[in-house]
T-cell receptor, first 113, second 111 residues
Framework: EAGVTQSPTHLIKTRGQQATLRCSPI?????VYWYQQALGLGLQFLLW???????NRGNFPPRFSGRQFPNYSSELNVNALELEDSALYLC????????????FGDGTRLSIL | QQQVKQSPQSLIVQKGGISIINCAYE??????FPWYQQFPGKGPALLIA?????SEKKEGRFTISFNKSAKQFSLHIMDSQPGDSATYFC??????????FGTGTSLTVIP
């Protein structure tokens, strides 16, 4: 069974630019979650999508947005990039059956110059 | 507000020793408590998880102890090995699938 895949592995941008990160969930999983992991910090919840709808979002500004496609893959968009957006962005997927374990990809390392 | 508080921030253990990481929570609606292991350059991987209807769950050298009345749960790694050196995260969630993660514990096992 293929795991959660994320692309690209690394992404370098400059301040003010826009970044798009992609995630393919495990086959059969309908829920996708996005987390930000800044250096030395824990996982900060960003967004949760299920069946194409945004179910919940964390305490992040509106320039962090995303969407989920009919095949359950997902995209995270970050507009007007700031230096503090430099972090590892992790995607996880799960079955939507209530309290199912989340399975993570290896993340996209976003660096803002 | 940190929903799940994890300690210690870092831990150094001799090979063969016991590693213990603790987590505490306030929300009594939490009903699923997983632990994740993360190696550098990799995403977190589910290690072991427990639901509040049991007080202990063991899988190999890894054990979760759960104290519902104290709202605490802990991870015990028996016979710790250098290959266990990683960052460990506890988490808690409600039926709505919102996961709250602890801040992580960096474990170093010295040969």
């Amino acid at each position: 069974e293929a795991g959660v895949t994320q692309s690209p592995t690394h992404l370098i941008k400059t301040r003010g630019q826009q970044a798009t990160l992609r995630c393919s969930p495990i086959s059969g999983h309908t829920s996708v979650y996005w987390y930000q992991q800044a250096l030395g910090l824990g996982l900060q919840f960003l967004l949760w999508y299920d069946e194409g709808e945004e179910r919940n979002r964390g305490n992040f500004p509106p320039r962090f947005s995303g969407r989920q496609f009919p095949n359950y893959s997902s995209e995270l968009n970050v507009n007007a990039l700031e230096l503090e957006d430099s972090a590892l962005y992790l995607c996880a997927s799960s079955l939507d059956r209530g309290n199912q374990p989340q399975h993570f990809g290896d993340g996209t390392r976003l660096s803002i110059l | 507000q940190q929903q799940v508080k994890q300690s210690p921030q870092s831990l150094i253990v001799q090979k063969g020793g016991i590693s213990i990481i603790n987590c505490a929570y306030e929300n009594t609606a939490f009903d699923y408590f997983p632990w994740y292991q993360q190696f550098p350059g990799k995403g977190p991987a589910l290690l072991i998880a427990i639901r509040p209807d049991v007080s202990e769950k063991k899988e190999g050298r890894f054990t979760i102890s759960f104290n519902k009345s104290a709202k605490q749960f802990s991870l015990h790694i028996m016979d710790s090995q250098p290959g266990d050196s990683a960052t460990y995260f506890c988490a808690a969630s409600t039926t709505g699938n919102q996961f709250y993660f602890g801040t992580g514990t960096s474990l170093t096992v010295i040969p």
